[in-house]
């Protein structure tokens, strides 16, 4: 979709939303230089690279301009028509002239006819949108969790209560935290106002855009999208008292989990699916093993695998820091190497003593920080495998590698270089 012509060709073809993608993009700026995935973005549009993201000359007005023009040309296409209202316009598939298209060379041997098929109709068929779909809103689980937590959203008081939940629950926690933003805004309430924990196995975005001071605690399982969008809040997950199995080889929720989070923590004492953290930008979290593809397109935050990984591992990853256990030394043959690069864990005396602190991610020695996930992990979940891992650190501690994007290293280095010059010129 690019043009007001587009939008009034899909509209005769029965269409009554459209979607725009790349069209805006080029309006903000972008040159379609097609390097999104390498951090080199030359305008500063798909870049973690603050001396690219300098050059992003976009704004919203130029967006909103763009769709005017849109509308404009689409008022006019409409009045050569002789069309009054939009609404007219949809399914009128014989005001198009389809006989250039048909007879083009490229056409031979292709049947269109079915596409331009008008179904007879004496106006009782609808052939535009006139009903609203029924999300089944009102039955959802979060209405409960909403008249439990009134206490802290309306008085900052600390809740706490247990709550059954069924895979039909999706989305649990969204709806909760779509009321604090309102009030609060991205502060959201203090940690852990409210500490929710749910028992059975949850539906499809546990715990999606979970606003800060909410701590989901599911004891069970979740399902694809844990944490999307996560903007602050907390979630645990882990089995019931009675799971007598080894947790780092349980699959514990599935693909896709804490899909483009921003900031909050995730504490998973079993396996995580496919693409675990894929375009996380500022979420920490900790998981006892991940499917293929693990911190895809990571640009942010802190992840720590204390398990097996499967192929292709950071492909992608411009940014952020994550952590794989590697007893075995098998994990450079899963990881994606280009654009990262694998480090061991070095012991904090010696980082101290050999690596610019500019180089330290989240401004803390590696050991610390791993130590203090793990830490959280087994308060949080009381995993055996963070139990034993801590309980033999300095053996633990070397067999965990780190993974470092190499534009991320570039940028730490570049800002460090430009605060030491600015303060010696200050």
């Not at 939008?7 to 379609?32: H, K, N, R, W, Y």
């Not at 053996?395 to 590698?401: K, L, N, P, T």
Request: proline residues 3%; charged residues 25%; hydrophobic residues 40%.
């Amino acid at each position: 979709m690019k043009t007001g012509r587009d939008v009034v060709i899909g509209a005769l073809l029965s269409a009554d939303e459209f979607g725009f993608a790349t069209a805006p993009l080029v309006v903000q700026g972008c040159i379609m230089m097609r390097k999104c995935h390498l951090n080199t973005c030359p305008v500063g549009v798909a870049t973690q690279d603050p001396v690219l993201r300098a050059k992003f000359t976009g704004q919203p007005e130029h967006v909103v301009d763009f769709f005017f023009f849109i509308a404009e040309e689409v008022r006019e296409i409409m009045a050569q028509l002789g069309i009054h209202k939009f609404d007219d316009l949809i399914g009128h598939a014989e005001l198009l002239d389809t006989k250039k298209g048909v007879e083009h060379w490229k056409a031979k041997g292709l049947d269109f006819s079915k596409v331009f098929y008008q179904v007879p109709n004496d106006g009782s068929i609808a052939t535009k949108h006139v009903e609203t779909q029924d999300h089944g809103l009102e039955k959802a689980l979060d209405h409960v969790l909403i008249e439990k937590s009134a206490a802290a959203i309306e008085k900052g008081e600390h809740v706490s209560f247990i709550q059954p939940v069924r895979n039909v629950n999706r989305t649990v926690g969204a709806m909760l935290s779509g009321l604090i933003a309102r009030k609060y805004g991205h502060d959201g309430l203090p940690d852990d106002s409210i500490h929710i924990q749910l028992q059975g196995t949850a539906g499809q975005s546990f715990g999606a855009f979970l606003a800060k001071g909410i701590t989901l605690d599911l004891v069970g399982d979740g399902n694809d999208y844990v944490g999307k969008g996560l903007p602050g809040g907390r979630i645990i997950i882990r089995q019931t008292n009675d799971f007598r199995g080894k947790s780092e080889e349980n699959i514990i929720c599935g693909n896709t989990v804490l899909y483009g989070a921003i900031e909050g923590q995730a504490f998973f004492r079993g396996v995580a699916g496919e693409r675990f953290a894929v375009r996380n930008s500022g979420a920490t979290a900790a998981v006892e093993g991940t499917g293929d593809h693990g911190c895809e397109y990571m640009t942010g935050g802190t992840v720590v695998v204390l398990g097996e990984t499967g192929r292709n591992f950071a492909a992608g990853m411009s940014g952020g820091v994550a952590f794989v256990f590697d007893p075995d030394g098998t994990f450079g043959s899963k990881c994606n190497k280009a654009m990262v690069a694998l480090d061991p864990v070095l012991q904090q005396a010696e980082q101290e003593r050999t690596v610019d602190r500019a180089l330290w991610h989240t401004g803390k020695t590696d050991e610390a920080l791993l130590k203090d996930l793990i830490e959280q992990h087994f308060q949080s979940t009381g995993s055996p495998r963070a139990k034993a891992l801590l309980e033999n650190w300095d053996a633990s501690r070397r067999q965990f590698m780190k993974v470092f994007p190499t534009e991320y290293k570039r940028a730490l280095g570049e800002l460090g270089a430009k605060k030491a010059k600015d303060a010696i010129t200050a």
